[in-house]
């Protein structure tokens, strides 16, 4: 553990210079946790208050009602995920399951929104890294609906 959010999110994606007011605040939102190999990291119809980004492993995301499980997206180092439900304040549509040993950045909605406050820039950053993710993964689903895969 100890990874930097600030290295990560440079790495991953194309974010602003922070400063060093949002180094510290990044530093002061994201927490890490580590799951292991099949374990649950949320369930289906959970609160959505947390929003996810895989810093190693791999997880699952997957419907339990549809054929005992059927999986929706797998996401590895450098997604985010859990972003849906973090936004519309709407419970988990899906479970999320590690698939392997895995540590992930936890950004907690309650500090996200403190940040919107003190640091709207910041949260302007996170949202615009999301909204990138979230048209992405958009434009996969319309191409895998139209054959376009």
């Known amino acids: 553990m100890n990874n930097s959010i600030v290295?990560?999110?440079?790495?991953?994606?194309?974010?602003e210079e922070a400063g060093e007011k949002g180094i510290k605040d990044l530093e002061?939102?994201?927490s890490e946790e580590d799951f292991k190999k099949d374990e649950i990291i949320f369930k289906e119809n959970e609160p959505?208050?947390?929003?996810?980004?895989?810093?190693?492993?791999?997880v699952k995301i997957y419907l339990t009602e549809l054929d005992g499980g059927k999986t929706i997206a797998l996401i590895k180092s450098g997604e985010i995920f859990g972003e849906i439900a973090f936004f519309d304040k709407q419970p988990?549509?899906?479970?999320a399951m590690a698939l392997?040993?895995?540590?992930?950045?936890?950004?907690?909605?309650?500090?996200?929104?403190?940040?919107?406050?003190?640091?709207?820039?910041?949260?302007?950053?996170?949202?615009d890294v999301v909204?990138?993710?979230?048209?992405?993964?958009?434009r996969g689903t319309t191409r895998k609906m139209y054959g376009l895969y």
């Open 7 to 15: 290295e990560y999110l440079k790495k991953h994606y194309e974010i």
């Open 28 to 30: 002061e939102i994201f």
């Open 48 to 58: 959505g208050e947390k929003m996810y980004l895989v810093i190693k492993g791999m």
């Open 92 to 95: 988990h549509s899906a479970e």
């Open 100 to 127: 392997m040993d895995t540590e992930i950045f936890v950004l907690d909605l309650n500090k996200f929104n403190d940040i919107r406050k003190t640091n709207p820039g910041l949260a302007l950053n996170i949202t």
């Open 131 to 138: 909204l990138k993710t979230f048209a992405k993964r958009l």
